[in-house]
Structures are given as structure tokens and as C-alpha cells.
């Protein structure tokens, strides 16, 4: 079983990256200098491209994605971006898999006590939603909340998997979130700085998603945001299988 913490790189002798997953088996931490030894990544986006549209993927695995507006800048881990929460978004394939975990830093210009919505994850598609958002314009879902948003292949809703984000999340701060997830009968699991802040149990079967998920901005108004994810991403993470912690 894997424990999770959380995920973070570290910068090594003449710059030679090594991704050290604080993810701990049984007390094991994992360190490779390459991302094909971490067990169960399928896209790794550290965003650290000097310049252009190009986000590519670390994993080598070829999920590479496209910038939209957006500007590159200082991030957690060397370079990341900053999305405008207008029109800045970060178009990536669908990786999503039946038992999957979505991990990436940010540091918003928002507090977690703003009133505002901010979408920071989407890949919704049709009537089945499945995001990570501050708030959202839902009447089952609470807008002063920060949580992992989801719907099941039967359409059943699990709107749960959240918390109060007032003294959690803070502007200009950087911190970690995974969202996991296990369709068929498992849990979905929000973590904040490797802590597990929320859960929903007994999911339904893999939803349809949208084939090209956005960071920074919702994919379509279903389930609407009034403002994108407005702060820097940095190290975006795909695994196929549900992390734990």
C-alpha cells in the first residue's frame, strides 16, 4: 500500500532533477532520477518550459499539453505558471482511469474565507461533472467551500468531498492537493498538504470525461465558476491508481 504525504522534487547536483515522492511504503520513501520509477505515473507536467504554448510531459509517457495565455514564472519547483482565472488555462489528454490520483502544487491570489468561486481543475463533460473548485454555481454545492467535485457513471452525485478552506487556504501561500479516486466501489479522498481533509464512499462506474481536461478554467458551463483558478500551478501529477495516506 502506498502512504502518501506528499509529492515534491528536489534539485540536485549539477541540476540533475530527482522526483522524491514523499510517498512512503510501508516506510520506504521512493527517489529516481527518472520518473519512469515511480510506480503508477502517467503524466507529469512540471511546467518548467522557459517560453511558448509547449507543457510537456516528464513522465515519458507523451501526454504533453498546451498553454493558453497564461504566464510562466517562478514556481514551488522552479518554474510554474500563473493563470489569470479569466481566460488562462492549461489544455492536457485524459488520463483519467478507473483507480487514479491527481496531485499538483498552488498558490492562489485568493484566501479560502473569498466569497468568490475559483475553478482550478475540470474535466466535466455533458450532464457529469467532475472538477476541483472554491465554490461553483450548484445549488447542492456550498460556495464557501473548497472540494473535489464529482459525479459517477449512473449519475449519482458526490458532492461531499470537501471543507472549509477559511485558514486552510491563504493567499500568496503554496500548498499541495491530491484528489484520488476508486470508481466501482471505492472512495474518492481530498488531501491538503498530505493530510486527508474529505471523503465519499462507494462510487458507481468510470463516468465519460472530457478527452482534453483544463487546469485554470472550467471546460463548459454545466456546472459553472465565476472565475478560473486566478494563481500559480506548479507539478502537476497523474498516477492510475489511488494514492493513500
Same mark, same amino acid.
Given at each position: 500500500?502506498?502512504?502518501?504525504?506528499?509529492?515534491?522534487? *528536489?534539485?540536485?547536483?549539477?541540476?540533475?532533477?530527482?522526483?522524491?515522492?514523499?510517498?512512503?511504503?510501508?516506510? /520506504?520513501?521512493? @527517489?529516481?532520477?527518472?520518473?519512469?520509477?515511480?510506480? &503508477?505515473?502517467?503524466?507529469?507536467?512540471?511546467?518548467?518550459? @522557459?517560453?511558448? !504554448?509547449?507543457?510537456?510531459?516528464?513522465?515519458?509517457?507523451?501526454?504533453?499539453?498546451?498553454?493558453?495565455?497564461?504566464?510562466?514564472?517562478?514556481?514551488?519547483?522552479?518554474?510554474?505558471?500563473?493563470?489569470?482565472?479569466?481566460?488562462?488555462?492549461?489544455?492536457? %489528454?485524459?488520463?483519467?482511469?478507473?483507480? &487514479?490520483?491527481?496531485?499538483?502544487?498552488?498558490? %492562489?491570489?485568493?484566501? =479560502?474565507?473569498? %466569497? @468568490?468561486?475559483?475553478?482550478?481543475?475540470?474535466?466535466?463533460? =455533458?450532464?457529469?461533472?467532475?472538477?476541483?473548485?472554491?465554490?461553483?454555481?450548484?445549488?447542492?454545492?456550498?460556495?464557501?467551500?473548497?472540494?473535489?467535485?464529482?459525479?459517477?457513471?449512473?449519475?449519482?452525485?458526490?458532492? =461531499? *468531498?470537501?471543507?472549509?478552506?477559511?485558514?486552510?487556504?491563504?493567499?500568496?501561500?503554496?500548498?499541495? /492537493?491530491?484528489? !484520488?479516486?476508486?470508481?466501482? =466501489? &471505492?472512495?474518492?479522498?481530498?488531501?491538503?498538504?498530505?493530510?486527508?481533509?474529505?471523503?465519499?464512499?462507494?462510487?458507481?462506474?468510470?463516468?465519460?470525461?472530457?478527452?482534453?481536461?483544463?487546469?485554470?478554467?472550467? !471546460?463548459?458551463?454545466?456546472?459553472?465558476?465565476?472565475?478560473?483558478?486566478?494563481?500559480?500551478?506548479?507539478?502537476?501529477?497523474?498516477?492510475?491508481?489511488?494514492?493513500?495516506?
Amino acid at each position: 500500500m502506498v502512504i502518501l504525504t506528499f509529492l515534491r522534487r *528536489i534539485i540536485m547536483f549539477r541540476k540533475v532533477v530527482y522526483l522524491v515522492a514523499c510517498i512512503f511504503v510501508l516506510g /520506504l520513501a521512493l @527517489a529516481s532520477t527518472a520518473n519512469a520509477g515511480i510506480p &503508477g505515473l502517467v503524466a507529469h507536467w512540471r511546467l518548467d518550459e @522557459a517560453s511558448g !504554448t509547449a507543457v510537456g510531459d516528464a513522465s515519458g509517457n507523451g501526454n504533453n499539453g498546451t498553454l493558453e495565455g497564461g504566464t510562466r514564472t517562478q514556481g514551488k519547483l522552479d518554474g510554474g505558471i500563473y493563470l489569470d482565472g479569466v481566460d488562462d488555462y492549461i489544455t492536457v %489528454p485524459n488520463v483519467i482511469t478507473q483507480a &487514479g490520483s491527481l496531485a499538483f502544487w498552488f498558490k %492562489p491570489d485568493w484566501d =479560502g474565507s473569498d %466569497p @468568490a468561486d475559483y475553478r482550478l481543475f475540470d474535466a466535466s463533460l =455533458g450532464g457529469i461533472y467532475f472538477f476541483i473548485s472554491k465554490g461553483a454555481d450548484h445549488a447542492d454545492i456550498n460556495p464557501e467551500d473548497f472540494g473535489f467535485y464529482l459525479e459517477d457513471a449512473t449519475d449519482a452525485d458526490y458532492q =461531499g *468531498i470537501e471543507i472549509d478552506p477559511t485558514g486552510v487556504i491563504l493567499a500568496d501561500t503554496w500548498f499541495h /492537493l491530491t484528489a !484520488t479516486w476508486e470508481f466501482g =466501489g &471505492g472512495s474518492a479522498i481530498l488531501y491538503i498538504d498530505g493530510e486527508e481533509v474529505s471523503r465519499a464512499d462507494n462510487l458507481g462506474p468510470l463516468p465519460a470525461l472530457d478527452p482534453n481536461p483544463r487546469f485554470g478554467l472550467e !471546460t463548459f458551463e454545466y456546472i459553472a465558476s465565476a472565475n478560473g483558478a486566478t494563481g500559480v500551478i506548479d507539478d502537476i501529477m497523474f498516477f492510475d491508481k489511488a494514492l493513500t495516506g
